[in-house]
């Protein structure tokens, strides 16, 4: 940050909310409320923060409606993260690449580069492949044949792009991701050795969609492995061969999809969850960290567990765990019990078969 | 597809599979049922997709021997979907490299790189390596010291081969890949301060192996890292240092394996098992995804369950585990009619003692 | 091994532990007792390995105070792991990379490289950019604008060290990690799309750091994540933006830790490990392999299990759970037992109610 200004004013317009107090403040970063400067914007998300913002040194601050007594410039957001989002996207740039293409990378003759597109060193281009205008490919990134990429996409260093993948526009990819690598199809042999069934189909990403560092995303057997508008997946993710990912849906590390397996849209998956193949995830399922999807589930469900349940229900088993020692312990006192009464009862029914006063002998 | 073509009795002879109807019909491709087109092979693996075949546009397709009444030209094979991946490859080239070494390569004085090897842009290959005949080492390809590369590999993108280790023959490794990174060994000194244990052993990677994207195998810290004959790794793998995997094992995508761990033959990991270091899994072992392997395996074992147990095991312990909220509820009224019984037991053998009647005052 | 050599008086010296028996005696390598040779140094860390002494080929051998019989040239050790370790520095050399600038190296003229560091073929570096002397980065590395790495680091092919990050001295990283990539933020419209929170931090990492292979380091949101001096990090481990990884901590592969998470000191995390986010673990904490953290953890805490729990206490409910389809047998037993108590107590109450012998219609 730092490298560039706005006045308040200016932001207001740009960000589209309305600002109160002094427009003429100049602002040159975003920051949170501990650590922002006297020259950066900051932003009260949650109310339960307040106190914080009082001894905050920021020069302005995006509030919801409600909180707008605050004693220093402000702008008024509905969505005061959002807001905060999209002004710190007005102060960023993400590395330079100077456009063109570097003397050593190597594009083929059959290829098509926009003009306005960024070409890193030693990043290689197939033929019949296409980069849109605004595109930077850092460097070392490795793109195959018949592959094509829109408008104003980010491809990090050590990205591979292999034949036939194609990107929307604005599509990041951070360093070591891997589009396109042979999807997991073996046929078996009677004696359990393996063949490989070739992969020929490919990767689609659509626009906007944001991609972490060292994922894999596997091309299709047939067809395409397909990731839609908007979706957003973090690093070390696993995305097999067939797999569909709906529209802005959230995919944290670490997370395994196996083959075949559709995902609907706006459907968010936590840290480490595993899916099994050919299952289909209804839209808006969210699914905890570490857990195991065995079935499908519809639309608008909370899972958890290894295998997976309803969140709600998770938690009544998982209380139910917490008591089982001490369940057993009852079980054995109430066992107990159980024998006192049959002793007292049968002393009670025959007197003198267990009596101590007995005279059988 | 579509640059290679095969009359159906061609295909019948290099397949050694026999065929009956047109023997001259021209085929161009594979393609399952739903999608083949009309000039495709397909093929029909499970007698219950025989009413998608109606449908299918495909020109011919493989059958089992009882099923050759499909009124349309066939290939017979007790193995189905075993011949249709052979007829697959067929059709299949990886994506194309020149032989010879490209000009941006570096390629030590004293390695060896046969004739008919393909050496992309920007590979390296150090002193004492040697790359066998019909190899291909894509673009970026870091390949060590004294390493060696049997024929027929292919290599792809952004791999690293770091010192000292070999690979047999017809070796797949995906983009991303390292091999022979060091393993994870560190001695503590009495403060909890670690110092590094020189790995100095290598990864040995057997004849047919293919190994997927972004995974890691280390080099031994004395001795070999093994992945025998036939092994097929899927992406984001992790085979730690020592770790041997006999032949023709199958392990899925973010599985885990710790240091010292030896694997028999065809054994098959699911998604994200982890394997607890210095154990030793049978041959045939197969762990259902998602599983923790804390103790040795016998041979032939189904396991599932973190930590692991025999499959059928983890599903009674599951079934109750479902149940486990009901069965504290009925603990609970189990205990109240105990407690009942104890009362009215109590009532019937000192009348007095507690009935209302009672005159004890 | 095997192009250095010590005598054992020499190795003394070096590793400041007495000798005992041949000093003259020259040593080449380490190696356990199984496979060391006849001019190797081997170790006993463990007494019961007495008997595979006896038949070891090692010429000399490190030993604890209290096991100096072993009739042969010995180093003597309060520690032998650790004089092991250090011992088998003195034989290792990392891969060699000349010093210098290798021609095909694109390095910004407003980076300052030491005389002594060597850059490998294909490195870039950026702009305001610092390595340190005596440090390597081996081929395809990638190195950004504002980066700092100190001296004697070990930078392994494919890494990629993105902007602004910071790298102590001694530093190892192994191939293909990523250290800086964006961390995973966005806030949510009120549609549930996403929009990019840009992620201006960095990601510190202190002396003598050393982080596995295909591993991703995000970097902060704001301010840094931090990787502490000492911590040794396995392959394929996930850490979030804004971490904080205390001193010598251990990281087992393919953990997660997600964003604002605080660990201590001495911290070890098994394999596969997840901690959510915006948790703080204390000091010299131990994870067991595969368990998710979902709470702090106070310091001196061993835990285990989805989600943890102390490690004794998980031994209790996970016997119970293994008790758990027999326990429900019991149950029912119980209930019959019950049942057939309150039968008999009804009769023995109302003799004419339920007996056989009633006289009711």
Redesign the interface.
Known sequence: ?GNKSYRLSDLSRLLGVPFKGDGEVVIDGV??LE?AGPTHLTFLANPKYRAKLERSRAAAVIVDPGFEDVGRPILVSP?P??T???A??L??DP??LDPGIHP?A?VSAEASVAPGAAV???V?I?PGTSVGDGTRL???V?V??QVTIGRDCLI???V?I??GCRLGDRV?I???T?IG??G?G?????Q???????Q?GIVQIDDDV?I?????V?RAT??KTWIQE?V?I???V?I?HNVTIGR?S?I???V?I?GSVTLGS?VVLG??V?I?GHLTVGD?VRIA??S?ISHSVDPDQDLMG?PAMPHKQWL??Y???????R??Q??AA??E??RH??E??AR??NPTKDGSHGNEC
């Open positions: 940050m920051g949170p650590t969505n993260y959002w905060m989002a999209k710190a996207q102060f960023y590395p330079p050593s190597e890193g060193p030693w290689s197939g850092y460097g070392h490795y195959g044949r990090y260093p050590h591979a292999l034949d990041i951070h360093s070591g891997v690598s042979d997991f073996f046929a078996q042999d009677n359990g050795r393996s063949t490989k069934i070739p020929t944001e972490g560092a060292n994922c894999t596997d047939f067809g908007g957003k973090d690093n070390l696993q097999a802005h959230i944290v590390a670490q395994g196996a706006h840290g480490q595993g099994a808006r960290a570490k195991a290894v009544r088993h209380a139910a765990w917490l008591r089982l020692p369940m057993q009852e079980m109430l066992k019990r159980v009464l049959e007292t009862l009670t029914q």
